[in-house]
Structures are given as C-alpha cells and as structure tokens.
C-alpha cells in the first residue's frame, strides 16, 4: 500500500530559505567584485597583449637603386681605340669605313657613342658606335658587344645621319636621312625607318619604310 507523502513541514522551509540565503549574497558580492574590477566596462579583447614595436618606414636609401625593365649600362664606357684597332682588323669591313678609320689619328673625329640596347637579348647591353666624316657627317655604325676580353664587332650597317634604338620588343629601330643628288647636307628629301631583329646568328631586316619630304 503506497504512502503519500505529507505536507512540508513549515520549519523544512524555513530551513530551505536559511540556505540559500548566503549563497545568494556570496554571488551578488562577487558580480560586483567583477563589476569594479572591469571599471564598468565591457572588456575589449587583447586589451592586455603587449604593445607591438612601431613600423620603421623604408627611408629612400632602403629602396632598390635600379629601375625594373630599364636596360642596365655597361659598367664602363667601350675604348672607341680597342674598337678602332678590332675594327681595322675586320677583312669584311667596308670600304669607306676603312678609308676613314685608317686616316685618324684622333678617335673622337671618326668614332662616338650612340646608345646602349641589348637587341642580342644576352643580359648584356651592346654599344651603338657611330662612324663619320671628319665633317662629322655620320654614314654608318657599328653594334658591339661588351665583353671581358673587350669589344667584339657583330654587325654593321651604311645609313646616313643615322637614328639608333631598341624597341619595346627587343628589335633594333633604324631612322636615316634620305639624301637625293640635289640635296644638301641640312636638308634631306626623306627618311627610312628599317626594322631589325637578331635570329641568334645573324641580324635580319624585318621591316623598312621610305618617307618623302618630310
């Protein structure tokens, strides 16, 4: 036969309130606790990782020197001598640049430096050399590698007041004068642009266009 159970007795209940009671106030002294602790804030994460070194920025002497795809140049200028000497050595050297790199005695009146470009595509630049009259009128150049053992002739071209560059491509870009057998040295009648290109043993025109009158 089941028992029911009795009514709570009225000092059970009093007795239930007596415990609780302290552990209601040890929980709300330590939620203030806490409270006093946080300043009344909200705590913000990281708030106590330590404080990071500041950035030191790049001075310009920090920033690399050389330009990206701008064409290093040689470390020293070429000796317009050795190129003359190696030139006159050259069986295949034309007629006219014969005749007048065999005649001077002064460097500078038959030879100068044009640009320097890398249409061998070697990483290494070659030097445009300019040959000309004594009355500096220039009628051809010559490309020359720049090497260790020093300058090595690989082409050449008869142009008249030449115009020597590289392209963005790497090709080799001729601009000369024009010159009719009525023209004077001032006044060309037209210009030529060729185009070259080095196939790895040899250059080859690519393209050439007369201009009239200009």
Known sequence: MRMRPGPASPGASRGGRRTLLPVLVTLTALVGLAACANSGGLRVEGADAPATAPTTKATPSDQP???????????????????????????????????????????????????????????????????????????????????????????????????????????????????????????????RVEVYRWSGRQMIKVSSTDNKGD
């Open 65 to 191: 020197s050389v330009l990206q795809g701008v064409e290093p140049e040689p470390a020293a200028p070429v000796d317009l001598r050795e190129v003359r000497v190696k030139l006159l050595a050259d069986r295949h050297l034309p007629r006219q640049a014969r005749s007048v790199l065999t005649k001077c005695t002064v460097i500078a009146r038959c030879l100068s430096r044009g640009t320097s470009v890398d249409v061998l595509h070697s990483g290494t630049p070659q030097q445009i050399v300019l040959i000309h009259t004594l009355e500096n009128f220039v009628f051809g150049f010559f490309l020359i590698a720049v090497e260790p053992t020093g300058p090595r002739p690989v082409w050449n071209l008869e142009a008249d007041q030449p115009t020597v560059n590289a392209s963005p491509h790497g090709d080799l870009v001729v601009e000369s004068k024009i010159f009719t057998i009525d023209d004077a040295v001032c006044c060309p009648s037209g210009r």
